[in-house]
């Protein structure tokens, strides 16, 4: 069975940071590009970041340039987001997902998406 477990949302301060922490399991790590969408309310789930756990290849949307990286530890099935120099805007339920190779990271759009998690609230204050 394929699960993606969320950790580390909560409630920040803007400016603040945050990591977020994703376990992986029941699928073959290396085969999938792995990555991070959020959804706020009445908004559309977009993507936020990824990474390719086969090559290291990141990408990130404008919106988090800068602020936001995701990353992997390949021995441990484990994926990262860690959020910098948070905004309110950044208020949303991330979503830690595993896509097909090589469309999902370069597109980061759901189509591509296989598998999600259940979601981890970030809530940041103004």
């Known amino acids: 069975e394929v699960q993606l477990v969320e950790s580390g949302g909560g409630l920040v301060q803007a400016g603040g940071s945050l990591r977020l922490s994703c376990a992986a399991s029941?699928?073959?790590?290396?085969?999938?590009?792995i990555g991070w969408f959020r959804q706020a309310p009445g908004k559309e789930r977009e993507g936020v970041s990824c990474?390719?756990?086969?090559?290291?290849?990141?990408n990130n949307a404008d919106s988090v340039k800068g602020r936001f990286t995701a990353s992997s530890d390949n021995a441990k099935n484990m994926i990262y987001l860690q959020m910098n120099n948070l905004k309110p805007e950044d208020s949303a339920v991330y979503y830690c997902?595993?896509?097909?190779?090589?469309?999902?990271?370069?597109?980061?759009?759901?189509?591509?998406?296989?598998?999600w998690g259940k979601g981890t609230l970030v809530t940041v204050s103004s």
């Open positions: 997902a595993a896509g097909r190779r090589p469309f999902y990271c370069p597109t980061m759009e759901t189509p591509w998406v296989d598998w």
């Open positions: 029941g699928f073959t790590f290396d085969d999938y590009d």
């Open positions: 990474i390719s756990s086969y090559d290291g290849i990141t």
